[in-house]
């Protein structure tokens, strides 16, 4: 390595750590001091502000990543992860990656991320349609909820939505963009609106 290109990395480095706090630790302690779940299990990094809410359960494992730094939305978005109900339950298993401005939401059977999985800008995960779909009842009636479980090694790309009931098999991927609302089996690449099965992943 070139003393220039040392130098180099020595600038961008210090610049990151001056940017973090003087830009994005206060951020991250504001929405630390607006979150009020109670029941959080693990301590994940805290790249991006991401607010704690509901009276579940959420459990974070290893070395989970909220928020990517160089990435769009680090400093003007951040990540939301709400246990609606005190049986609600949201699980992020070791070393995932979650990028920028992400949405998990969880008011029924709860929500799985399970290891290694990378997950893009502007996702949104939920386990319930919020509101009963008939007119009449829209505002006063019972949301449909079904399990969330999404497996390991996944990769979803960005603006993706994945809506309650649905499974995806480890490896997969998923295009950006998706809206996924059936299972996408293991070792595929799916994507659409809805998501569907392009082609199987040759591994």
């Given at each position: 390595m070139s003393i220039n290109n040392f130098i180099f990395k020595v600038k961008r480095k210090l610049k990151?750590?001056?940017?973090?706090?003087?830009?994005?630790?206060?951020?991250?302690?504001?929405?630390?001091?607006?979150?009020?779940?109670?029941?959080?299990?693990g301590k994940p990094i805290y790249n991006q502000p991401t607010q704690l809410?509901?009276?579940?359960?959420?459990?974070?494992?290893?070395?989970?990543?909220?928020?990517?730094?160089?990435s769009?939305?680090?400093?003007?978005?951040?990540?939301?992860?709400?246990?609606?109900?005190?049986?609600?339950?949201?699980?992020?298993?070791?070393?995932?990656?979650i990028n920028n401005n992400f949405m998990i939401?969880?008011?029924?059977?709860?929500?799985?991320?399970?290891?290694?999985?990378?997950?893009?800008?502007?996702v949104e995960i939920t386990d319930s349609d919020f509101h009963d779909l008939h007119p009449e009842r829209r505002m006063?009636?019972?949301?449909?909820?079904?399990?969330?479980?999404?497996g390991k090694n996944v990769f979803i790309g960005s603006n993706v939505k994945i809506l309650k009931g649905v499974t995806i098999g480890d490896n997969s991927v998923i295009a950006n963009s998706s809206v996924v609302t059936k299972l996408i089996p293991e070792n595929v690449i799916a994507g659409g609106y809805?998501?569907?099965?392009i082609r199987k992943l040759d591994i």
């Open positions: 990151h750590i001056v940017e973090y706090f003087i830009f994005q630790y206060p951020r991250i302690l504001k929405y630390k001091m607006l979150s009020n779940c109670k029941n959080i299990v809410l509901g009276g579940g359960t959420i459990v974070f494992g290893k070395n989970v990543n909220l928020g990517v730094t160089p769009p939305y680090l400093y003007s978005g951040y990540g939301y992860i709400d246990t609606r109900n005190e049986h609600s339950k949201i699980v992020i298993g070791d070393d995932v990656w939401t969880s008011e029924g059977e709860g929500i799985e991320i399970r290891e290694k999985t990378l997950i893009g800008l502007n006063t009636g019972t949301p449909k909820t079904a399990k969330v479980v999404i809805p998501a569907k099965v």
